[in-house]
Structure formats: C-alpha cells, structure tokens
C-alpha cells in the first residue's frame, strides 16, 4: 500500500487533482450509486437554489464503460505523459516545471471560458471541451513530429488529433457533442496563443498568466521576489539564470604623468566652509 500511495505522489499536483476527481465524480456515476442528475450543470438550480457543486462537477462527469476509460487515459496523457510517444516531453512536468500553481491558474480561467461559451448552448457536461482544451495546447507544445495512434489504428500528427476528436464526436454523438468539441478547440487555441503564441514562446499575455500569491502558497511555490542590485527588471522580465544583478563599475582612468595619485577621476571637489562663487 505504501509503494501505490508513493507512486501516486509522484504524479504532479494538478495532474493529481485532475484525475482522482474524474473518478470521484465519474465511477459512482457509472455505478448507479448517485444519479447523473446530480452532477450536470443546470444553471437554473445554480443559480436559483445554488447547487454551486455541478460547476465543479460537470469538468469531470465522463461516459460509461470502455468510453470512459478511453476518456480518463486521454486526460492522464495530456496532462503528464505523451498521447503518442512515451519519452516526449508532458505538459505539467516540462511547461510547467515547479509552477503548479500557475497551471491551476491557466487552468482555472481555460474552465471559466469553457462555461461562458458553453451557456448559450445549454451543455450539462463540460468534461470533453476541457479534454480537447488541453489536448490542443499539449498538441502545440510537442515536439515537431510528434504522432498520436488512435486506438491503435490510426497514427496521426498529435497537433491534429483534438480535430480529429471533434469529427468522431460528430460522427459518434451528433451535432451537439461535437459543438462542445469545438468550444474546446476555440478555448484550447486562446489558451496557447495567450501564453505560448507569442515570439520565443512568449505570448502577450503571460505576464497574465501567473498565479496570485494565495495560490502560490497553497502550491508551495517560491513565491519570493528576486535580489537585484540596481534597476529592477520588470514585472514580465525572463527569470534569470542565477544569482544577482550588478552594475559595472565607474571606469578606472590613467594617471598623469607625474601625478602622484591612480585610479577614479573624482572631479575638482570643493572646500568645505562658506561657499563663494
């Protein structure tokens, strides 16, 4: 028991999180022991009863049976390791290095466009949009040449496979699913042109992107700021390799010949006492 429970702490937190909440929500589910009514988001009773929970609930409400587990792999990879290639760099782990709380932060405002662009179709689970979200921006973040198997039939660039998750919606489950995969697609794609888009990986607004302090906190982040010694850096600078900022010093300048003294030029000074000009 010791070595599971060791084995998962080895996962990263948010990746943790993710997945033990798809199982909390979607087993019991699956298992008829709570009723699906429960957990799909009905804006009316948030709203109007304030059953505040289906918010939460409705990221993690997955199908049943093989779909599912098809569903919660999925979420794993994209999260942690590679949908296609089991050595390519993870999302949490290489993008997010020691800032777990600035992927809860990323992730956090992704879900809340999810909702907002979700409304006006009246969608109840909003546990595929985000799947596609992230399978987007991991998509992007992979390595060139990176390829996904589709159930072990179809290998495909892993940049194109959310596409190919919203034509099997649309296949699979009609019009409606398929308009939730797009949702994911449209947030996905936001998601990475805001942080990552920009030139050198920098998007115009990653700045944005960092987590509050609070959140830092609860991540056990570093949350102290950087020495410096002279001009700050702005709030956006890259972090530095190491170490402290320093000025250069003054200039040293060649003594006169004869002069009795080296080193700065001090400038002619004044006496001390009443000034006469």
Not at 102 to 124: E, H, M, T
Not at 187 to 204: D, K, Q
Not at 251 to 275: H, I, K, M
């Amino acid at each position: 028991m010791a070595e599971i429970i060791a084995e998962l702490l080895k996962i990263p937190p948010v990746t943790r999180f993710l997945c033990a909440s798809s199982l909390a929500v979607s087993v019991p589910v699956n298992l008829g022991v709570v009723s699906a009514y429960k957990v799909v988001i009905i804006w009316e009773l948030v709203t109007k009863k304030w059953e505040i929970w289906r918010v939460f609930t409705s990221f993690f409400l997955g199908g049943s049976g093989i779909a599912y587990l098809f569903d919660l792999m999925m979420l794993y990879n994209c999260l942690l390791s590679s949908i296609a290639s089991r050595n390519s760099n993870t999302l949490e782990e290489t993008h997010f290095t020691g800032r777990s709380a600035d992927y809860a932060w990323q992730l956090l405002v992704a879900s809340s466009g999810i909702l907002a662009l979700s409304y006006p179709l009246r969608s109840v689970v909003n546990a595929h949009p985000l799947l596609i979200t992230l399978a987007y921006v991991y998509g992007q973040l992979a390595p060139p040449g990176t390829t996904s198997s589709i159930m072990g039939l179809i290998t495909i660039p892993v940049v194109y496979y959310p596409y190919m998750m919203v034509v099997m919606d649309l296949l699979i489950s009609g019009t409606s699913t398929a308009a939730g995969g797009v949702v994911g697609l449209v947030v996905g794609h936001l998601w990475y042109w805001a942080i990552f888009g920009g030139e050198g990986g920098r998007g115009p607004f990653q700045a944005r992107g960092r987590a509050p302090g609070w959140l830092k906190r609860l991540f056990g982040d570093a949350t102290a700021p950087r020495p410096f010694v002279g001009r700050r850096e702005p709030e956006d600078a890259p972090e530095p390799l190491g170490g402290v900022h320093v000025m250069p010093p003054r200039e040293r300048t060649a003594a006169a010949p004869g002069s009795a003294t080296t080193g700065y030029q001090w400038g002619e000074g004044r006496r001390l006492g009443n000034y006469v000009p």
